[in-house]
């Protein structure tokens, strides 16, 4: 049984940093994709940040781009969201999300598993 926990989140100013952890316990990496998603109140969920377990490739929302860097740790079967120069923008509850078919982050790849998810929560 595969078990995904989200940790490394937490309250920051505008202009800090923080590094989110996902760790894929039970489920070994198979060159699919995980992925952080994101949802503020109010707001629909969307696509922050993937990676290939295989090849590492990466995706990235516009947003995000020169800011955030997805990372993995194939020993430990963990994925790493590394945020700076974050932005009140940024507030939300981040989600990781596991055993994606692609890292397309517009919704429409089915992931198999998710964590409950970390708050990000910026202030200006």
């Known amino acids: 049984q595969v078990q995904v926990v989200e940790s490394g989140g937490g309250s920051v100013q505008a202009g800090g940093s923080l590094r989110l952890s996902c760790a894929a316990n039970?489920?070994?990496?198979?060159?699919?994709?995980m992925g952080w998603f994101r949802q503020a109140p109010g707001k629909e969920r969307e696509g922050v940040a993937g990676i290939y377990t295989g090849s590492g490739g990466t995706s990235y929302a516009d947003s995000v781009k020169g800011r955030f860097t997805i990372s993995k740790d194939n020993a430990k079967n963990t994925v790493y969201l590394q945020m700076n120069n974050l932005k009140p923008e940024d507030t939300a509850m981040y989600y990781c999300a596991v055993d994606g078919s692609a890292c397309w982050l517009d919704g429409s790849v089915k992931y198999n598993y998710w964590g409950r998810g970390t708050q990000v929560t910026v202030s200006s």
């Open positions: 039970g489920y070994s990496f198979n060159g699919n994709c």
